[in-house]
């Protein structure tokens, strides 16, 4: 008896499209357990950023750890200074006094630098009462006060306490509504931030939920925003690479289901339930997106750079260029070569007529991995006295942007069999000469840092 197997392949990784196979019911039990358990999307790039990066990298993506201030002598007790403070203003304008909140900063700082977190949000969480009360709900003053409450709670660890802040600001803001005031669409862009940043730490059990919901979101605000054309250009590019981080995301963190019909494969089908779980609603939508990922993030990039030529935004060539860029990054990490070599041969020019030298050095002076937005990249926690693991490697990147003869420096080199594997995978950025031709570049040496 045959059973005809719909799956899910990557032929341009990351755009999958059904097939179906047949195979015979005993040769499918056996095969079974070994196949379902696998990605599929094997043929997926490394995730580069995600279990290791270069040597001192960075992304604005990601707000890591905020470093406690440096200890203040305790002889200059300046947590009195702010006491007497709020003293004396209390004393005149009572418990909600406006001149309030700037020592009750200043205070809450105090507390945060000496570790007494819980403290410091009481204060701040006070600041941010009497703020609202002198100022109006939606004031621009709250600004500071929010990022040191925020902040404070992510150095106290408490990430389902921060989460849950992250969503009270959120609906405070306008939960992405319209009028989209400057204030409004930082918080939007701040919670997309956040959002991402949930998935990469990995401890929320709703995983497909929060991420289509994300996605949704980024959505919703780049067709209402561009209709209106009520917020900057600036603003206008964060919510478009906004969606592209979101994308590179839903390939890496979605597995595409592999469905069994035909005759007699009802047993199948309930296999598949019990190793995978019942398939959701989030999952099929989430497929459905995943199915036209590729055109899906060039259209979001194509409309920025449809308008910076129409003069509504990015009126810089350095503007224009960095969207282009971001479209050839996206080509090339999904393996569309041909529109890749197009794309960055766009930017190349834009860039040299510009006489952006060292623009065109940063972006094209030697081999980039990709992705280089951030996407992937989560900031380790260093923790006191223990070096962080560095190990050097020596490659060749091909004009395609394809690593060859990979060394890798290490003392242990059973500790880095994952990263060798992993690098040989990660899609690079080329080298392009100013005529616009990508070149091949020989034994270029790096520092990684790997993470746990």
């Not at 039990?29 to 990066?53: H, I, N, Q």
């Not at 070569?337 to 002076?365: D, H, I, P």
């Amino acid at each position: 008896m045959y059973v005809e197997v719909n799956s899910c392949t990557v032929p341009e990784a990351g755009v999958p499209c059904e097939i179906s196979i047949q195979f015979p019911r005993l040769l499918l039990l056996v095969f079974f357990s070994a196949v379902f358990s696998s990605a599929v999307w094997a043929d997926l790039p490394s995730v580069y950023g995600k279990d290791f990066a270069r040597q001192g990298a960075s992304w604005g993506d990601v707000r890591p750890p905020r470093e406690a201030p440096t200890q203040v002598a305790a002889q200059s007790r300046p947590e009195l200074a702010y006491q007497r403070q709020l003293d004396d203003f209390e004393s005149v304008g009572g418990p909600y006094a406006d001149k309030l909140s700037e020592p009750l900063l200043g205070l809450g700082r105090y507390y945060a630098g000496k570790g007494e977190y819980e403290r410091a949000i009481q204060l701040f969480r006070r600041a941010l009462h009497v703020v609202r009360l002198s100022d109006g709900l939606y004031s621009e003053q709250q600004a500071p006060f929010v990022r040191e409450l925020l902040d404070t709670i992510r150095l106290s660890g408490d990430l389902q306490a921060l989460d849950d802040r992250y969503d009270y600001f959120f609906r405070l803001y306008g939960s992405g509504e319209p009028p989209y005031t400057p204030l409004r669409m930082r918080a939007s862009l701040e919670y997309l931030r956040w959002q991402r940043e949930v998935l990469r730490l990995g401890f929320d059990s709703q995983e497909k939920k929060r991420l289509l919901e994300l996605y949704q979101l980024n959505d919703r605000l780049l067709n209402a925003t561009w209709e209106s054309g009520a917020i900057s250009q600036e603003d206008q590019w964060d919510l478009a690479v906004s969606q592209i981080r979101n994308l590179y995301l839903l390939l890496s963190i979605i597995q595409p289901r592999l469905t069994i019909s035909g005759p007699g494969a009802g047993s199948m089908v309930s296999t598949v339930a019990a190793q995978n779980g019942d398939i959701d609603f989030d999952q099929k939508r989430l497929e459905t997106i995943q199915r036209g990922t590729l055109s899906r993030g060039e259209s979001v990039l194509q409309q920025y750079i449809g308008a910076a030529k129409a003069g509504y935004v990015a009126r810089t060539t350095q503007q224009r260029a960095r969207a282009n860029l971001e479209l050839g990054d996206w080509y090339q990490w999904n393996g569309s070569n041909a529109r890749a070599r197009k794309q960055y041969s766009t930017v190349v020019k834009l860039l040299v007529e510009a006489g952006e030298g060292e623009l065109m050095q940063a972006w094209f002076g030697g081999p980039v991995e990709l992705p280089d937005n951030g996407a992937f990249w989560q900031p380790p926690v260093v923790v006191p006295g223990v070096d962080s693991s560095i190990v050097t490697a020596t490659y060749d990147v091909t004009a395609k942007g394809r690593v060859k003869n990979l060394t890798v420096d290490a003392a242990d080199q059973t500790s880095v069999y994952k990263f060798k594997r992993e690098l040989k995978n990660t899609r690079f950025r080329p080298r392009y000469d100013a005529s616009g031709e990508s070149v091949s570049v020989e034994k270029l040496t790096r520092k990684y840092q790997l993470y746990d």
